[in-house]
């Protein structure tokens, strides 16, 4: 696997990752805010791209891929159907888009997405921020890491790999890069 590609933990509680993907910057934005562009690689959903605007996303992992291997036993619970609510937190199309991710019982996490031109493909950043322990950002970063795969494999055309295997085998690759400098 490319190690360009991997996550890298910018602070304590926070994990970015880079890609260059095929332009124009508009196509990219799309599968950004577009709920049936948005479910070819991450989850689809409807989302108003104003500010303060609230959505929920409709995950279904394994249907992500032709191949639709299923998760080991220890993410079995996230074989089928599951949904997220969010808020939007700042929109300005079609270079930024930032929302808030999980909560529940603690401060939900924030996602940040930038996109800018880069001759003639587009440069997608993406941040995860105000992540509350070691152990979520190894799932967050093996999650981004794999459905940010995916994207590329939807917007190059091509058969993206199978979600889960590749999914569990970059969770290994995270807590030890994540684990392994605090041990």
């Known amino acids: 696997m490319n190690d360009a590609n ?26 950004l805010t577009e709920s049936d562009k948005r479910g070819q690689w991450l989850a ?13 996303l409709h995950f279904h992992n394994t249907g992500l891929t032709p191949d639709r291997t299923p ?6 619970r996230y ?4 949904t997220t609510n969010h808020q939007v937190l700042r929109c300005e199309p079609p ?4 929302w808030t991710w999980g909560g529940g019982n603690e401060a939900p996490s924030e996602v940040t997405f930038e996109l800018s031109e ?8 993406v941040t995860h921020r105000r992540l509350a322990d070691d152990d979520t950002m190894v799932n967050v970063a ?7 795969t995916v994207l590329e494999g939807v917007l190059q055309g091509r058969r993206p790999a ?22």
């Open 6 to 31: 991997h996550g890298q933990q910018i602070a304590e509680d926070s994990i970015r990752f880079e890609r260059l993907l095929p332009g124009p910057i508009e196509r990219v934005w799309a599968y």
């Open 44 to 56: 689809p959903g409807t989302m108003e791209t104003r500010q303060v605007g609230s959505f929920a």
């Open 71 to 76: 998760p080991s036993e220890r993410f079995r």
């Open 79 to 82: 074989d089928g159907s599951f």
């Open 95 to 98: 270079h930024v888009l930032a």
């Open 118 to 125: 880069a001759g003639d493909q587009v440069r997608l950043v």
């Open 142 to 148: 093996s999650g981004w890491h794999t459905h940010l």
């Open 162 to 183: 199978p979600f889960w295997p590749t999914f569990e085998h970059l969770e290994e690759e995270y807590r030890c890069r994540i684990m392994s400098p605090r041990t």
